[in-house]
Structures are given as structure tokens and as C-alpha cells.
């Protein structure tokens, strides 16, 4: 028995041993496939660059600038949520103080009615008791309450000394949020400030790009420049990057057609296919009006294979959600996730901009697959 025991717990040791060596080797896998997508990301930003180096000095200057806003927009989203986390906290903790004030006066007031009624009994009534030499049943009774009378007031003494010690402790605990709170407020109205400075940088910039484009023409072969640009970027990104293992607990996106939500809430502001200005340019996707600064949610698990900013389509982000499938995301104002990122469906990837020269707040939203595209309205609920 003995033999069969010291058996049991090798094969265990061993079994353990294999499951580690496993898992080892799992992780290492992915973080392979992790630093290969990385670095074929990392190649096609570079060839992209090199693309757009032709662009004039202003597009280089609005490139910059959006890019800065992008990165101060993001600071500022994770410093509201940040904000409004602690606000709830603090929140928690004034409720709980409140609560625990009352529940003080109750416990006091209690205690204060248990000691009068000792005090009007007196230690002397059991005494007197067997003195009398009351009926056995009856003094029994009366002993036993007087045993759950001590206790019951013992218990609430102790309830009022651990309502006294939480009371205590939560105080410093409510000043020292109030105090974090303060100063993440201040940092957020830092961010603010330097957020409506590089807007108005990017207002001058816009301003020098309207004096450039001239005519119709000329603002048709820049529309024609730049979805040329993002198609380039597409394709590379079908050719190099996608396919990737989506995990087995993630549902397929072609199960989802008809069921997903849309990106961000708003009004559709074209129609899938239609010509743009008037061009032979079309519409591969939907603009949808949105305000700025709110969430752009990924509509399905995937892993974002591009994140950056790109003539045209200004600061995007492309997210693969295997099988062939792509759903991409332009003109936003920040990036909140970046290339090599796992994301679920409803998870925050960017927020509602104007980025890509864009005039109004929106978002520019594409499904492709296999490299072509197809109506958002056919996927989104």
C-alpha cells in the first residue's frame, strides 16, 4: 500500500512536470507569434513611411500634430476614467462613514437601555432568587435570560468597539482620496488646456491645407490620393499580417452577421457603395456621426494589427478578428490600444475624433474580407 501510494505521488510530480513544461512551451509560442507580428507590423509602418515622405511640409505638420493630440487625448481618457474611478470610490467610503454613524447611535442607544435595565434588575435579584427559593423551573428560566441578557450586551459592546475601530480608520481613508482626487482633477485640467492649444495648432494647419487644395480637382485626387493610401495599407496588412490564431473560446465573426453592435452610436452618414463627391471614388464603408471624445468600441474579439496615423484616414486602427475578417476604425481622435493587443467585443480601442483633416467629429468604419469590403449593415445590428 505503501509502494502504490509513493507511486501515485511520482506519477502526480510527473504529471505536474509535463502540464508546466506545457504551458512553457504554449507561452513561448505565443510570445513567438507575438514578436513576429510585431516585427512584420513594425516593417510595414516603415515601408508606409517612406511611402507619404512625398507629402508637403504642411500634411507633415498636421500629421504631427494630430499625432500629439492623439497622444494627449489618450492621457486624458485614462485620467477621466482614473478620475471618475476614484470619485466612486470616495463615494464608497462617505456612504460606508454614514452608515456606520448611524449604526453607532443605534449600538449606543442600545447598550444604554441594556445597562438601565441591569441597573434596575441589580446583582442582587439572583441572590434573592435562591434566597426565596423560587420554584426550580421558574428560577432556571430566570438564570438563563439573565445569561443571554450579559451575553447579548457583551456582543454589542463588541459590535460597538468594531463600528468604532472602522469609523476611525475610514477617516484618513477618505482624506487620502479626496486628496488624490484633487490632484488628479488638476492634472486633468493640465491635459485640457494643452489638448485646446494643439487644437488650435491644428485649426492654422487645416487653414494653410484649404489655401493648397483650390479646386474640385484638386481636392478629388487628394480623396483618390489618400483611399489609395489606405488601400495600400490594407492590402499589405491581408498579405502580411492577418490570419492570425484566434483562441478556440473566441465565437467566429462570420456566426455573428446581423448581431454585432455598432462602433459608436450616432447617424449613418452615407449609404455603403455610393460615389463620394460626385467621384469615381465610392464609399467602402460608413461614416457615422459622433461626438468627440466618446468611445470607439471594437464590434468583436480580435487583435489590432495596426495603430497609427495615416494620410487620410488620420489616426487608425485596424482590428483582425480572423477568418479573414477585419473591421477598421479612421479619423479618431486617440488611440487607446496598440498593435499586438487582444480585444473583446465592446472593449474601448479609440475615441470619436476629426483626426485625417477631417472638419466634424466621426468615425470612418470598414468590414473587409479577404481583402474586399462589405456593408457594415449586413454585420451590425
Request: glycine share 6%; proline share 2%.
Given at each position: 500500500?505503501?509502494?502504490?501510494a ?12 509535463l502540464?508546466s513544461t506545457?504551458?512553457s512551451?504554449d507561452?513561448d509560442?505565443?510570445?513567438r507569434?507575438?514578436?513576429?507580428l510585431?516585427e512584420k507590423?513594425g516593417s510595414l509602418?516603415k515601408?508606409?513611411?517612406k511611402?507619404?515622405?512625398e ?5 507633415k ?7 500629439d493630440i492623439g ?9 477621466s476614467?482614473k ?6 470610490k ?19 442607544a ?8 441591569a ?15 423560587e ?9 438563563t435570560?439573565?445569561?443571554y441578557?450579559?451575553?447579548?450586551r457583551s456582543?454589542e459592546?463588541?459590535k ?20 488624490a ?5 488638476s492634472?486633468l ?6 489638448l485646446?492649444q494643439?487644437?488650435?495648432q491644428?485649426?492654422n494647419?487645416l ?6 487644395i483650390v479646386t474640385?480637382t ?34 467566429p465573426f462570420?456566426?455573428m452577421?446581423?448581431?454585432?453592435p ?12 455610393a460615389p ?8 467602402q464603408g ?5 461626438r468627440e ?17 495615416l494620410?487620410g484616414?488620420g489616426?487608425?486602427i485596424?482590428v483582425d478578428?480572423g477568418?479573414g ?8 481622435q486617440?488611440l487607446l ?5 487582444w480585444?473583446?467585443g ?9 483626426s485625417?483633416?477631417?472638419r ?7 468590414i ?7 456593408d ?6
Amino acid at each position: 500500500m505503501l509502494l502504490h501510494a509513493a507511486n501515485f505521488r511520482k506519477l502526480c510530480w510527473v504529471l505536474l512536470l509535463l502540464t508546466s513544461t506545457v504551458a512553457s512551451a504554449d507561452n513561448d509560442k505565443t510570445q513567438r507569434e507575438l514578436n513576429a507580428l510585431n516585427e512584420k507590423i513594425g516593417s510595414l509602418k516603415k515601408s508606409i513611411s517612406k511611402q507619404q515622405n512625398e507629402r508637403s511640409s504642411t500634411a507633415k505638420a498636421l500629421r504631427n500634430i494630430e499625432k500629439d493630440i492623439g497622444e494627449l487625448a489618450a492621457k486624458l481618457h485614462h485620467t477621466s476614467n482614473k478620475r471618475d474611478e476614484q470619485q466612486r470610490k470616495l463615494n464608497e467610503l462617505e456612504s460606508r462613514q454614514q452608515q456606520l454613524r448611524k449604526q453607532q447611535i443605534s449600538q449606543k442607544a442600545l447598550i444604554a437601555e441594556q445597562v438601565r435595565n441591569a441597573y434596575t434588575l441589580g446583582k442582587e435579584s439572583q441572590l434573592k432568587m435562591l434566597l426565596n427559593q423560587e420554584q426550580p423551573e421558574k428560577l432556571s428560566r430566570t438564570l438563563t435570560y439573565f445569561d443571554y441578557f450579559n451575553r447579548a450586551r457583551s456582543e454589542e459592546l463588541s459590535k460597538y468597539r468594531d463600528t468604532l475601530t472602522e469609523l476611525n480608520s475610514i477617516k484618513p481613508a477618505i482624506e487620502a482620496e479626496a486628496q488624490a482626487l484633487a490632484e488628479t482633477n488638476s492634472e486633468l485640467l493640465r491635459q485640457q488646456q494643452a489638448l485646446l492649444q494643439q487644437k488650435q495648432q491644428r485649426a492654422n494647419t487645416l487653414a494653410g491645407i484649404d489655401r493648397d487644395i483650390v479646386t474640385k480637382t484638386s481636392s478629388l485626387n487628394t480623396l483618390d490620393k489618400e483611399r489609395k493610401s489606405l488601400e495600400s495599407v490594407l492590402q499589405a496588412v491581408e498579405r502580411e499580417i492577418t490570419n492570425i490564431a484566434i483562441p478556440a473560446s473566441y465565437k467566429p465573426f462570420s456566426a455573428m452577421r446581423g448581431k454585432m453592435p455598432w462602433p459608436v452610436k450616432g447617424k449613418l452618414l452615407n449609404r455603403y457603395g455610393a460615389p463620394r463627391q460626385g467621384s469615381a471614388v465610392t464609399w467602402q464603408g460608413i461614416q457615422i456621426a459622433g461626438r468627440e471624445g466618446d468611445s470607439v468600441l471594437s464590434i468583436h474579439n480580435g487583435r489590432v494589427v495596426f495603430s497609427d496615423w495615416l494620410r487620410g484616414a488620420g489616426l487608425l486602427i485596424i482590428v483582425d478578428h480572423g477568418g479573414g475578417y477585419l473591421s477598421l476604425y479612421a479619423h479618431n481622435q486617440s488611440l487607446l490600444r496598440t498593435e499586438g493587443d487582444w480585444v473583446k467585443g465592446g472593449e474601448a480601442v479609440a475615441t470619436v475624433g476629426n483626426s485625417g483633416g477631417q472638419r466634424q467629429a466621426g468615425l470612418y468604419f470598414e468590414i473587409r474580407h479577404k481583402g474586399l469590403p462589405t456593408d457594415p449593415r449586413r454585420w451590425c445590428q
